[in-house]
């Protein structure tokens, strides 16, 4: 790595390698009955009936006539012959698929890599244009494309003797995969076209992101902080979302979005009948089917469930919904807890009512409720504030929470966020000790290139949310980016920091996070989903007032 260039994949490599611990042998796995599978085919047929558990719907249904209705009605519009065209592919809209494929992306059960399709000649390039046309044209999903290979990749921090402590991975055929974004563009291009996608929805479309969601709701509680409000939010852990979404709604729910008729009978094909088996090691394990859920790896599944989740009720008496994928929220601000848990609680008694029509799980216990508050010190011990229930289960108050990737604290201090981001990024850095140490033969360009992707990265994801906390804790963070320019180059105690940091020609952690973050808030403000704009829209806090 000497001598390689700062944009090399081999920088990417070793990204990948500090989240992964390497093979480890997966041990005896426990049965629902207790007994153990021990052998390499128990074991495939152990995790594969975990999963099709998974993708299927566990708990019985909560409005059975509904139910029967929706079904019903899929039933008779999947019948009739479509009235709708869609736009037929051509052959520079393959030749662009092909060209952005991962070469080294695992194949599917159909044995065809990527790797392979990139060097297809023009006439079997033509020839695929002609079968993804006829698949339109017919309204058809090919089954040969809709058989899944499953791998397991084992959850950090579970116990590695139970299947359901395994992530399941399916490797899909790179040809059904192609055909599946020629869907989704179409699909896009109408839903958002079209602007149907609610604004609270930040997951899977353009120009949206995770911090974005998050500065929301900071924005929301720090204009409360001015007035000496405090905001109350509650967190849900949907169980399984994606796994367990139920096909007959979500095609009842593309009906009424008005999609063209054509492309709901082929999204209706692509979701039936569909099957995996499951491979540990050299072994695979029965056919298993689908029964719910959209599909695991496939390009097509984050839109619809986007689709799906569309017309989730939104309060009218001042609650804020934020959404990203299946990350869901709710919060409201005002004097009192008091003030605040009635209308919270009206509005998470429609939110269930909605998650039980539409066939969605939610773990009460796994939710969180916080009560944000302004105080310059540290928090007292939290305690329960009031009931607030979900299916007549209560909510837990917690005094920190992990949301879209940042923890936040009731008074957000960002205390607790950046001490987990510089345990991570001090984890990272002792990995990458024989690379960046002072004993090291890579240059300094590639040891800062190293610093910067696998390191800095860690300390200041979705900075503009904490850029403001106290400067005593963000000067922790940048504490670790003094050592890394000191070890890194061997230099002598008396040079100063910011020596250093002229000569890697690498800014401070607070002068990083100020440019950045104006780069940040002039999208903001500017973005075209209004609720973004709106939220960045504010008034300088009164001088009393002091983050």
């Avoid at 390497?22 to 007994?35: A, E, I, V």
């Avoid at 999204?267 to 689908?290: A, G, K, Q």
């Avoid at 979705?462 to 804790?473: I, R």
């Amino acid at each position: 790595m000497e001598d390689i260039s700062p944009t090399h994949k081999a920088f990417w490599k070793v990204t990948k390698a500090l989240n992964s611990e390497g093979y480890l042998p997966t041990p005896p796995l426990k049965k629902p009955d207790s007994s153990l599978a021990v052998d390499e085919q128990g074991k495939a047929e152990c995790i594969a009936d975990s999963i099709e558990l998974q993708c299927s719907h566990t708990l019985p249904p909560h409005d059975t006539q509904h139910i029967s209705l929706i079904e019903e009605e899929v039933r008779q519009k999947t019948s009739l012959d479509p009235l709708d065209d869609l736009s037929p592919v051509s052959l520079d809209e393959v030749q662009k698929l092909v060209k952005g494929l991962k070469a080294k992306k695992a194949p599917g059960l159909d044995g065809i890599s990527n790797k392979a399709i990139k060097c297809f000649p023009l006439t079997i390039l033509s020839l695929l244009v002609t079968i993804f046309n006829a698949c339109l044209k017919n309204s058809y999903f090919p089954p040969v494309w809709k058989e899944a290979e499953v791998i397991g990749i084992p959850k950090a921090g579970k116990p590695s003797n139970l299947p359901a402590s395994y992530r399941p991975i399916s490797l899909l055929s790179g040809l059904g995969k192609m055909y599946e974004k020629i869907l989704k563009t179409r699909l896009s291009e109408y839903l958002f076209g079209k602007g149907l996608i609610i604004n609270e929805q930040f997951a899977f479309r353009p120009n949206h992101s995770c911090p974005q969601q998050a500065l929301r709701l900071i924005e929301f509680i720090t204009e409360g902080f001015k007035t000496m409000k405090r905001t109350v939010a509650v967190f849900f852990d949907v169980a399984k979302a994606f796994d367990r979404v139920w096909h007959a709604g979500l095609i009842h729910k593309l009906y009424l979005l008005k999609v063209p008729d054509r492309l709901i009978l082929i999204i209706h094909n692509f979701l039936i009948d569909r099957h995996f088996v499951f491979r540990h090691e050299n072994t695979h394990s029965s056919r298993r089917m689908i029964r719910a859920g959209v599909p695991q790896g496939s390009a097509l599944s984050p839109l619809l469930y986007s689709v799906y989740t569309n017309d989730i009720p939104r309060s009218s008496s001042g609650v804020q919904l934020a959404l990203f994928a299946d990350d869901t929220a709710l919060y409201l601000r005002g004097q009192t807890e008091r003030n605040i848990c009635p209308h919270l609680q009206k509005a998470i008694e429609e939110l269930a009512r909605w998650f039980q029509t539409w066939r969605i799980e939610v773990n009460a216990e796994k939710s969180a409720a916080i009560s944000f508050i302004y105080r310059k010190g540290r928090s007292p011990v939290v305690v329960a504030h009031g009931p607030l229930r979900i299916n007549n289960a209560p909510i837990p108050w917690q005094h920190t929470y992990k949301y879209l990737g940042i923890t936040l604290d009731r008074n957000l201090h960002f205390r607790d966020h950046i001490k987990r981001v510089r345990k991570t990024a001090i984890f990272y850095q002792s990995r990458l000790k024989g690379m960046l140490g002072r004993n090291s033969k890579l240059s300094l360009r590639n040891k800062r290139t190293l610093y910067i992707i696998c390191i800095r990265t860690v300390l200041t994801y979705a900075f503009p949310v904490f850029a403001h906390a106290a400067p005593k804790a963000l000067k922790k963070l940048q504490v670790l980016q003094n050592k890394f320019c000191r070890s890194t180059t061997d230099t002598h105690w008396c040079v100063k920091n910011s020596v250093l940091h002229r000569d890697l020609d690498l800014p401070s952690i607070r002068k990083y996070m100020k440019d950045a973050s104006e780069r940040f808030f002039a999208i903001a403000e500017s973005h075209p989903n209004p609720l973004l704009s709106a939220a960045v829209a504010y008034e300088a806090p009164p001088l009393s007032f002091h983050p």
